[in-house]
Every structure is written in C-alpha cells, then in structure tokens.
C-alpha cells in the first residue's frame, strides 16, 4: 500500500488568496482526517469523513475553512481569504474503520502553509 | 473528554543512555493509546499503540510502552538511544467515540554524541 500523500507540501500565499490543499488516503480507508499543526503545538483535530460524509467538524474550522471529499476517496481543504493565523503544517490522516475495530490513523508528509 | 498530557517538552541524552518520555492520559473510557514520531518537516509516523490485551507494547526502532491503568500512564522508553531517534514524540488517546486522535503538545527528543 502506498501511504497518505498530499499535495503541495509547501504553499506560500498572500493574505487574502485562497488555497486548496489535496490528499489522497491509503487506498480502501473508508475514514479520512484532517489536523492543523502549529509551531511547537501538537496536531489538533479539524474535522473528518467517514466515506463521502463529513461527520464531525471543530470548531477551530471556521466558515473560510471548507474540506470535501465527493466520492469518499481523495478529500481537499480549502481555506478562503487566508489570514498570518492560518500559518500551519495541514495534515491529513486515514484509517479504515468497521464497526468498533480499525482505530490505527496513518498520517500523510503534511502540507505546510505560510501566509505572507 | 480525552486528554494527554506529556511532561517534560524537550528531553536531553546521551547516545546509549536510556530513552524514557512521559505520557498521562484522561479517559473516561478505557483508552486507546499512541506513540507518533515526527521527523523535521514531516509528517506523523506511528511508533506503537495499545488497545487491548498485554500491557507492555512493542514498537518500531527498539521502543516500548508500558500502558499503567493505576498511574494513567503510557510511557515510551528505548535501553539505548541513538543519533537517528531525534526528533519529537507525540502520545495520543483516541476519544470516547474512537472518531479522533487528541493529542500531546509532543516532546522533542535530542541525542548528545
């Protein structure tokens, strides 16, 4: 199995721009995950997927936050009119879970953006 | 709700001397239980995990984990630390529903020739 991939690992946008970051989960993971990490923090959970549906969102994922995955494989974060605060290392994570078993999450090489 | 705390957010050694990182955790359930390793400029790779069964958790690169229910403890250690095992480590539980992994604030780990 290949890994968690994402894509680009590194963004610089200016305040104001709109990015959108991709990932692509370990193949047949039905769960897929997304983290925001800042300098000397640990990863803090956004909000995830089971399949197409997204089940949980925190409420550190304001409204200029939206993540879609549309066919319950590759999923996109996309931020809108970024701020400095949205400066963070973006991880994405899957797993497969079935019933009350599967609850080992694979992370992904992160996508690191600043905003300058 | 779940919480991890890690004591201690740099740790120092010498190569060879014995690795130990601190990991307490809160769970008002029985917890599911996390070492990550973070590499400079990368992602999170697991390093071991308990759920069930024996208590004392082998993982990748000669680590360990001693899940202790009476301490609320996780603590990962290695006999003999190496150059290459510098990076930071994250312990983390995963929540009531198992939707989600919440996390230390991590502990950078540096190996002194």
């Known amino acids: 199995d290949t890994g968690v991939s994402q894509d680009p690992r590194h963004k610089i946008t200016k305040r104001g721009q709109n990015v959108t970051f991709r990932c692509d989960p370990i193949?047949?993971?039905?769960?897929l995950y997304w983290y925001r990490q800042t300098l000397g923090q640990g990863p803090e959970f956004l909000t995830y997927f089971q399949n197409e549906a997204q089940l949980e969102k925190s409420r550190l994922l304001s409204d200029r936050f939206s993540a879609e995955r549309p066919k319950g494989s590759f999923s996109t974060l996309e931020i809108q009119r970024t701020e400095q605060g949205d400066s963070a290392m973006y991880l994405c994570?899957?797993?497969?879970?079935?019933?009350?078993?599967?609850?080992?999450?694979?992370f992904g090489e992160g996508s690191w953006l600043t905003v300058v | 709700a779940q919480s991890v705390t890690q004591l201690g957010s740099h740790v120092s050694v010498s190569e060879g001397a014995l690795v130990l990182l601190r990991c307490n955790y809160s769970?008002?359930?029985?917890?599911?239980l996390f070492w990550y390793v973070q590499y400079p400029n990368q992602g999170l790779q697991l390093l071991l995990k308990?759920?069930?069964?024996?208590?004392l958790v082998k993982g990748i690169n000669g680590f360990e984990a001693e899940f202790k229910k009476s301490e609320t403890s996780f603590h990962l250690t290695k006999p003999s630390a190496h150059m290459s095992d510098a990076a930071e480590y994250f312990c983390?539980?995963?929540?009531?529903?198992?939707?989600?992994?919440?996390f230390g604030a991590g502990t950078i780990l540096r190996v002194k020739s």
């Open positions: 769970s008002s359930v029985p917890p599911y």
């Open positions: 308990y759920t069930t069964g024996a208590t």
């Open positions: 994570a899957s797993s497969f879970r079935q019933g009350s078993s599967g609850n080992t999450i694979y």
């Open positions: 983390a539980v995963i929540n009531e529903n198992g939707n989600k992994l919440v």
């Open positions: 193949s047949e993971h039905n769960r």
